[in-house]
């Protein structure tokens, strides 16, 4: 079954409506220097309110530690999706300073950039984006497939980048992801989503959900701590 996270949520109707077309998570982006930020006390508010139906991901570009502890425990985030120039060391004592699991984000254009992720094999998941100069994801542009499908790796993978409703299905084709993360191609506005969208890229995600490898059974969980690592370093 391959899992779908709706990123860059900032209001709650559009978080209850993932939760109820069968998203296993939503993001929130808490860096300031996005389009889609969201602030820290209406992700709290939102967090409360669909905690039980999703998984909760707070998206982070080089915080400090007490920065991603605080937003940990103020909003209740399940994970922490670490997008910028964070190191292998960063990503394990943030999952035990916190307990949340972590995702490292790696923007990739080349088999370097695919064995460089490999120095992350402690965290929960890997998400495969695509590249930009001067970018942290939410580009819209779609990455290049072929080369994410060499990727050989035991941390299960998101598949990122250029999304949509209309190619999410080739996409889990090509690449075999864990699961699959979209925000722009599922907005009419920065921030904002479009609801029969995101129906549809749920409703795709769903078409290709028996050709996965994941692991696990229940669509609201993360992998197992022995599908990517011991649970004292991946949290």
């Known amino acids: 079954?391959?899992?779908?996270?709706?990123?860059?949520?900032?209001?709650?109707?559009?978080?209850?409506?993932?939760?109820?077309?069968?998203?296993?998570?939503?993001?929130?982006?808490l860096w300031p220097g996005s389009?889609?930020?969201?602030?820290p006390a209406m992700a709290a508010a939102i967090a409360r309110?669909?905690?039980?139906?999703?998984?909760?991901?707070?998206?982070?570009?080089n915080p400090t530690l007490d920065e991603v502890a605080h937003a940990a425990d103020a909003i209740g985030l399940t994970h922490l999706q670490l997008h910028g120039d964070e190191g292998p060391s960063f990503c394990t004592a943030a999952a035990r300073r916190t307990g949340c699991r972590v995702i490292?984000?790696?923007q990739v254009r080349s088999a370097a950039d695919l064995r460089d992720l490999e120095r992350f094999r402690l965290v929960d998941l890997h998400?495969?984006?695509?590249?930009?100069?001067?970018?942290?994801?939410?580009?819209?542009?779609?990455g290049d497939w072929r080369l994410l499908a060499q990727r050989r790796s035991k941390v299960p993978a998101l598949l990122s980048g250029g999304l949509t409703p209309e190619n999410v299905e080739a996409g889990i084709a090509a690449v075999n992801p864990w699961g699959v993360d979209v925000a722009s191609g599922v907005e009419s506005a920065p921030g904002v989503k479009d609801p029969a969208r995101v129906e549809a890229f749920l409703a795709a995600v769903r078409g290709r959900g028996d050709d996965g490898d994941?692991?696990?059974d229940d669509e609201n969980e993360s992998p197992p701590a022995d599908a990517t690592a011991p649970a004292?370093?991946?949290?």
Not at 5 to 28: M, P, Q, S, V
Not at 35 to 39: G, L, T, V
Not at 127 to 142: F, H, I, Q, V, Y
């Open 127 to 142: 998400l495969l984006d695509s590249w930009a100069e001067g970018e942290r994801g939410g580009t819209g542009r779609t």
């Open 214 to 216: 994941a692991p696990g």
């Open 49 to 61: 309110r669909v905690r039980r139906r999703v998984q909760l991901v707070g998206v982070f570009v």
């Open 1 to 29: 079954m391959t899992r779908a996270k709706i990123c860059g949520i900032t209001r709650l109707e559009d978080a209850e409506h993932a939760a109820e077309h069968g998203a296993w998570a939503i993001g929130f982006i």
């Open 35 to 39: 389009k889609r930020a969201c602030e």
């Open 104 to 106: 490292k984000a790696g």
């Open 232 to 235: 004292a370093d991946a949290a």
